[in-house]
């Protein structure tokens, strides 16, 4: 059982690159979510999913997308990389409100 | 709004000395309430979780909480700390009218000192 799967695990992006920062989860979870943790700011959510093709924002959507085509997959895509954009990506899955988060292992990115 | 307050970023504690890490929050409508361990490099793991009834919810890790609906707190526990407890701990709230994301304080990291 693998759980919540994110890769990958580090990247160095140049200023204005572009990529997608994949997850994906095998526990048939509808709710999916995307947070960014920077130090000392805690965890902030960036989008989220109630569901295949249910897509919504959160707290800090700016230069990023994501999609959700399947049950198991919900990449994130940044568009035009920022140094503002320098962060641990957390994907997070969970299959309703009183279970709780089941979390991947994280995307460390650096923008330069 | 919601709005999730850790009042210490920092707690030393030497090992098997007992530790209390405070969590206040601040909301217009009812909550869940969760504590969440980050270890090194890792994601966050639940701990523990309070949606209803008795006021002192158990954990995973020998750790507990106390719910307090006047004092609007969310305090962790434990007696007795090992080693490898060192981690991040993240208090976060769920509120019941939408349900759709958790509300993250900003953690506090615990250094056991042995």
């Known amino acids: 059982n693998a759980g919540v799967t994110q890769t990958p695990k580090f990247r160095i992006l140049k200023i204005g690159q572009s990529m997608t920062l994949q997850c994906t989860q095998d526990m048939n979870h509808n709710y999916m979510y995307w947070y960014r943790q920077d130090p000392g700011m805690g965890l902030k959510l960036i989008y989220y999913s109630v569901g295949a093709g249910i897509t919504d924002k959160g707290e800090v959507p700016n230069g990023y997308n994501v999609s959700r085509s399947t049950t198991e997959d919900f990449p994130l895509r940044l568009e035009l990389a920022a140094p503002s954009q320098t962060s641990v990506y957390f994907c997070?899955?969970?299959?309703?409100?009183?279970?709780?988060?089941?979390f991947g292992s994280g995307t460390r990115l650096t923008v330069v | 709004a919601q709005s999730v307050t850790q009042l210490d970023s920092q707690v030393p504690v030497f090992e098997e000395a007992p530790v209390e890490l405070r969590c206040n929050y601040s909301s217009s409508v009812s909550v869940y309430l969760f504590w969440y361990v980050q270890y090194p490099n890792q994601g966050l793991q639940l701990l523990l979780k309070?949606?209803?009834?008795?006021?002192l919810v158990k954990g995973i890790n020998g750790f507990e909480a106390e719910f307090n609906k006047s004092q609007t707190s969310f305090h962790l526990r434990k007696p007795s700390v090992h080693i490898s407890d060192t981690a991040e701990y993240f208090c976060a709230v769920i509120p019941l009218d939408t349900g759709n994301q958790f509300y993250f304080g900003t953690g506090t990291s615990l250094t056991v000192i042995p």
């Open positions: 309070y949606l209803s009834g008795s006021t």
């Open positions: 997070a899955s969970s299959p309703g409100w009183t279970y709780g988060y089941t």
